[in-house]
């Protein structure tokens, strides 16, 4: 069975506060995907990372990095100072043979100013 | 502007009547799919055509009906549907190899009354 969960349901931080969001996956598989897609208030998911199971390289995009370990099943994300133009919900998901995706919770955050 | 679009963004139907979502995607991609996203549960995956071809239906109820013309279009028709049902509706699509990144329309928000 595969899973993934996302445990913060919601968090509010001041703007410029860096920011984690945790995410914890559950597979079988040792071929996997996993992904993080960011839900702004207009609807539609914008993908922002894919890592594979065989890649535990950390990736750093501009404010944005994130953590893979295998050892812990975890594959966070982190915001650097934090922007107002950052509050959505963040989705972790899940891919191992196949197309669909499972998605956690999300995790819904807001920044403000 | 997304490579995902989907029409119309906001839907208000009767459980007697019988409606249709569009999805056309500009990506080149070869997969497409239907999620359903409740208040308050993870996304779901409701259907997933490749090369036109449904190669996934995650036990949907009969009353939702997907058609896949070609690879660029996704149609969802909708009838006698149950107050349950309102929800936003995703259409994602991607390349078809397996683990590659979706990518997703606005959504349709749709209300059941």
């Known amino acids: 069975a595969q899973k993934v969960t996302q445990a913060q349901t919601e968090i509010s931080v001041v703007e410029k506060e860096d920011v984690t969001l945790d995410c914890v996956y559950e597979?079988?598989?040792?071929?996997?995907?996993l992904f993080w897609y960011k839900q702004p208030p207009s609807g539609e998911l914008v993908f922002l990372i894919r890592?594979?199971?065989?890649?535990?390289q950390n990736e750093i995009s501009g404010r944005y990095s994130w953590n893979f370990q295998k050892s812990t099943s975890s594959f966070n994300f982190t915001i650097t100072a934090s922007q107002v133009v950052d509050s959505a919900v963040y989705f972790c998901?899940?891919?191992?043979?196949?197309?669909?995706?499972?998605f956690g919770k999300g995790t819904s955050l807001l920044v403000t100013p | 502007e997304t490579g995902v679009t989907q029409t119309p963004r906001h839907l208000v139907m009767g459980m007697t009547n019988k409606k249709s979502l569009k999805c056309e995607q500009h990506?080149?991609?070869?997969?497409m799919y239907w999620y359903k996203q409740s208040a308050k549960k993870p996304l779901e995956l409701m259907f997933v055509?490749?090369?036109?071809?449904?190669?996934e239906n995650n036990s949907v109820p009969s009353r939702f009906s997907p058609e896949c013309p070609n690879s660029s279009h996704l149609f969802l028709h909708l009838h006698t549907l149950q107050p349950e049902d309102s929800a936003l509706y995703l259409c994602?699509?991607?390349?078809?190899?397996?683990?590659?990144?979706?990518?997703f329309g606005q959504g349709t928000r749709l209300t059941v009354v």
């Open positions: 994602a699509s991607s390349q078809e190899r397996v683990g590659t990144e979706a990518f």
């Open positions: 597979t079988r598989d040792t071929t996997y995907y």
């Open positions: 890592r594979n199971s065989f890649d535990e």
């Open positions: 998901a899940l891919l191992n043979s196949g197309y669909a995706l499972n």
């Open positions: 990506l080149g991609h070869n997969a």
């Open positions: 055509y490749n090369f036109k071809e449904q190669t």
